[in-house]
């Protein structure tokens, strides 16, 4: 193609003829390219895109949505001996709850210092009960009185889900 021939126009050079009205695109000039992104000083974290625990919870749950195991928020779980000898071929998350449950915790606290949404802590605390890896406590109260040390240990986890 020759210097002084019309360039080909493409279909964006159309569309913006039609919302320029008529006038040209700009064009690039050759100048000094763009500078490059600033890097993080060395102890600056990148933040971390909330998407990204999404997809996480997602990946650790299958996407499944239900557990198989009647699990409410003031469940007790604690961790078998089983878990203990297992741990280190545990998958991550299973590992994460073990360490976390060697002392009895409700399922909002789990929830809580996992920073996941209960659905997804019920799906894993049910498939981690269903491979013998914790222990499921029967929620017990003493007559129509909620037991009071239960009802502290929810009210924690719930403070701990706010930040």
């Known amino acids: 193609m020759a210097a002084d021939e019309p360039a080909e126009q493409t279909f964006a050079d159309v569309l913006n003829g039609l919302s320029r009205g008529g006038r040209a695109r700009p064009t690039r000039s050759a100048a000094a390219p763009a500078p490059a992104p600033a890097r993080p000083e060395p102890g600056e974290e990148e933040p971390i895109e909330e998407g990204a625990s999404i997809v996480r919870a997602y990946a650790w749950t299958g996407g499944r949505t239900r ?3 009647k699990l409410e928020i003031e469940t ?3 961790t078998t001996p089983r878990a203990e000898a297992r741990m280190d071929g545990l998958r991550s998350e299973h590992q994460a709850v073990a ?3 060697r002392e009895t915790k409700s399922v909002a606290e789990i929830g809580a210092l996992l920073s996941l ?5 019920r799906v894993l605390l049910s498939d981690m009960a269903g491979l013998g890896l914790v222990e499921v406590h029967e929620s017990r109260s003493e007559g129509d ?11 924690r986890g ?6």
């Open 99 to 101: 360490q976390l449950c």
């Open 117 to 121: 949404p209960l659905g997804v802590v």
């Open 145 to 155: 009185r909620p037991d009071i040390e239960l009802l502290g240990r929810v009210l």
């Open 158 to 163: 719930l403070s701990n889900l706010r930040g």
């Open 67 to 69: 557990s198989t195991v």
């Open 76 to 78: 007790l779980i604690s």
